[in-house]
């Protein structure tokens, strides 16, 4: 092992080099020949350490464990993929990240681009003439540096594009040629700091004042807070904001905790699509502000249909830098009346202090996040109340229906959980979880859902997200599909070899039963049977053994357990054995259903 001020022999020692140099702690990967030399200079010229190796068991777990981590720290980690067909494997983990706007480093390799100098056979399946073609149009930037001078600029140039707003993913390939030269002369580092991203772009300070006469004017003001930091000021600025306008504040079950759920300004359940109550709300604002909301298009269009939106709407957003034609993340075309491209944060920051120059705030006294604010407990009591054949029932003695635990439920016992376990993470939930089970109190309460909608991502990224909070006060705490936890189940393999903490709460319906509800549709509207709508969808006959898949990786398993007094049981059980650094695993029985705001937008069609 050498240390930092050792010559590097060979090119993938100057490479290694190079990424403790931009300051990545942990690399992901599954090991592959094409980065042979970087490999072995990651732990024979580095050590192992800064950055450490994680060992993952599919390259989609190694992006996704990096797009975790980002999600709690805002910072990069990388993940390394072996020729084109690690790319391959990963790409719908990049594509993830690329939809949820979070930095990931990625680097790959590529057997040598001289013809001359491959191996038989592989080689030149494992060599590919433009390998960042396979990702280009959803990565940030993408580079192939043909020598070491290149590839220090190449790799600085992507840390800094990766971390500039909006935040992607980037992808940088070495030659395995290049890095298996022998490195005449290293190439200096430069002081890392000449090379940071940009800072936040705001606005001037008389558009700031523009719009917070606008925005102080208002009769019904109203916030949609969307894709906004993990920062704590910023949280502050924003609860600030809507106590000094009076405005109601809306938030997104897709996009990680932006506001307190029980403050008495926040308007109503967040969910993957909005539920009546904010529906209702945005359709009686006089002034909307969009703090970088998803599918502002959309949520607009569920509120006024085909009519003219009869606010003012103020869209503020990054995003529009990063669209391209080749899908559809961007989503729809959104009509606003005023648009300002900057940060959302910094924006938030500058309109604060303009509306408060303005006179006093709309909201006395200010509200205390200490107290738990105006809102009871059950803050959204309406989402137990209405009955659908694709509902979640609120049965008043909470017994286990035909299928297993309904789903309010089970949200309310493990919401008990982390409420008498805080502070807790709940990094991400099952698609049917009700919006309103659980209180945000804090930017790292709740991180949202993947970006990309890809199945298969929850594993990954819970564990990303538990390695970046180990060491740390909060329980880590993923709630995922069966669906989900089936396709990455090997994912928590690497929790369990690196001493990662993680409890894992498996909403297991034992269907693909989002697409039941579709074909539930599609019978319907063609006049076929509805009872068919489970062909093809339901995981039974045999029905898997989620428990024993999880300790076939090495975590601790509970299940499965169908009852609300079982599922409290293994939660005690289960977080006790996390609190102890180790992986649990809960296989929990749950209805076939939706919770209430679900299913009424997938009634009218979202």
Known sequence: MQNDHATPRWGSDYLAALLRHIGLEYVALNPGASFRGLH?????????????????????????????????????????????????????????????????????????VDTARRRPWIDWLHTSKDQ??????????????????????????????????????????????????????????????????????????SVARDV????????????????VSRNEEDWRRRVALAEHCGATVLTDVKVGAAFPTRHPLHGAAPGYFMGEDGLAALRE?????????????????????????????????????????????????TGTDTYLMCDPDEFSGQL???????????????????????????????????????????????????????????????????????????????????GGAHPFSHPVDYLGYDGGAGVGSGPGMSVGAALALMGGPRLPVAVLGDGDFLMGVTAFWTAVRYG????????????????????????????????????????????????????AQGALAWGPVSAKNELEHALLEAVAAVRSGKVAVIDARVGREYAPAMANALTRGD
């Open 40 to 112: 072995d200079s990651l732990v024979n010229y580095l050590g192992d350490h800064a950055p450490r190796m994680l060992t993952v068991l599919h390259e989609e777990h190694a992006v996704a464990i990096a797009h975790g981590y980002a999600k709690v720290t805002g910072r990069p980690m990388g993940a390394i993929l072996h020729a084109n067909v690690g790319l391959m494997h990963a790409s719908m983990a990049i594509f993830d990240a690329y939809c949820d706007r979070v930095p990931v480093l990625v680097f790959g390799a590529t057997g040598p």
């Open 132 to 205: 960042g073609a396979l990702v280009r149009s959803f990565v940030k930037w993408d580079a192939e540096p043909a020598s070491l001078e290149a590839a220090r600029d190449a790799v600085l140039r992507a840390r800094q594009i990766a971390t500039t707003l909006p935040h992607g993913p980037a992808y940088v390939c070495f030659d395995s040629a290049l890095q298996e030269a022998p490195c005449a002369a290293a190439p200096a580092l430069p002081p890392l700091q000449r090379y940071n991203p940009p800072r936040r772009p705001g606005v001037a300070d």
């Open 212 to 227: 917070a006469r606008l925005l102080y004017a208002a009769r019904r003001p109203l916030i949609l807070a969307g894709r």
């Open 285 to 333: 604002a006089d002034v909307i502000l969009s703090l970088d909301w998803v599918d502002l298009a959309g949520t607009l269009r569920s509120a006024c249909g085909a009519d003219p939106v009869p606010a003012h709407v103020i869209q503020i957003s990054l995003d529009q830098t990063l669209h391209n034609g080749y899908g559809g993340e961007h989503q729809g075309l």
């Open 352 to 434: 604060l202090e303009a509306i408060r120059s303005l006179g006093t705030p709309r909201m006395a006294p200010p509200w205390d996040a200490h107290s738990g604010g105006a809102r009871a407990r059950d803050a959204y009591p309406h989402e137990a109340t209405h009955s659908h054949a694709t509902h979640s029932d609120a049965r008043s003695d909470e017994a286990a229906g035909p299928d297993g635990i309904p789903l309010t439920v089970f949200a309310r016992t493990i919401s008990a959980h982390l409420q008498r376990n805080a502070p807790a993470c709940l990094i991400r939930t099952n698609l049917g979880w009700p």
């Open 500 to 551: 990662i903490p993680l409890l894992v709460v498996v909403a297991n319906n034992r269907s693909f039963f989002n697409d039941e509800v579709h074909q539930e549709k599609v019978a319907v509207v063609r006049g076929r049977p509805v009872e068919n709508k489970s062909v093809g969808q339901r995981l039974e006959t045999p029905e898997i053994d989620i428990a024993a898949m999880a300790r």
